[in-house]
């Protein structure tokens, strides 16, 4: 039975700890070094199947990999920690270097579920390339953007009632200085028609 995931915690565990050599990065550190020279991490094998249980399967998932633990076969389980602790900030020089938008990807996850500041990562960031820099001044932007164009739509609905379909879509679709734009003229507007010069 596949499992949804819930949150962008456990979207982004699955994205990661889905691809064997992935999960080889982030198992490693947290087994014993007795145990971590045992595994055979080069003959990981994605499984299906889970140990989490039917009640608690809208809540919580885990990945299962299938590998050789000295001569016998055994089966790695990784679950995504409680409280979505961020993954290990070294990881996303990895990423920086893969492409693809994992780096994009990590960078939401980490700014969107914990206390991580973009401020915070600016030197872990600057060490990473121009890249990476860019990444993470596009996955800032898009949080400041989606924050100002929530709050616009808060005040235009108290301010004029329902906001319409199409209103909702220009500003959830508009740049930070145009949000700003529209939000200074929320204070003199009397019509909706007025702040987006319809």
Same mark, same amino acid.
């Given at each position: 039975?596949?499992? *949804?995931?819930?949150? =962008?915690?456990?979207? &982004? ?6 691809? $064997?050599?992935? $999960? ?5 550190p ?35 990999? %299938? ?12 679950t995504? @920690?409680?409280?979505?602790? /961020? ?9 920086? %270097? *893969?492409?693809? @938008?994992?780096?994009?990807? /990590?960078?939401? &996850? ?5 206390d991580?500041? =973009? ?12 890249? /990476?820099?860019e /990444? ?10 989606? @924050? ?17 379909? *199409? ?17 200074? %003229? ?13």
């Open positions: 039975m596949a499992v *949804s995931t819930w949150n =962008r915690h456990d979207c &982004y565990f699955r994205h990661v700890m889905s691809r $064997a050599a992935d $999960a080889a990065t982030e198992l490693r947290w087994l014993s070094k007795a145990v971590a020279e045992r595994l055979q991490w080069d003959e990981l094998e994605l499984v299906p199947g889970s140990f989490v249980s039917h009640e608690l399967q809208s809540r919580c998932t885990d990945i299962l990999y %299938r590998t050789r633990y000295d001569d016998r076969e055994g089966t790695p389980h990784a995504p @920690g409680a409280g979505g602790s /961020a993954p290990d900030l070294r990881y996303l020089g990895t990423l920086a %270097r *893969s492409g693809g @938008g994992e780096l994009e990807a /990590a960078l939401t &996850y980490i700014l969107s579920m914990g991580t500041d =973009r401020t915070d990562l600016e030197p872990v960031v600057d060490q990473l390339g121009p890249e /990476a820099k /990444a993470l001044m596009t996955t800032a932007e898009r949080f400041v953007a989606k @924050g100002r164009a929530e709050a616009l739509l808060e005040l235009l609905a108290l301010r004029f009632g329902p906001v319409s379909a *199409s209103i909702t879509d220009r500003v959830n679709n508009s740049s930070i200085d145009q949000l700003q734009q529209w939000t200074a %003229r929320v204070l003199t507007a009397e019509t909706l028609a007025e702040i987006f010069e319809l």
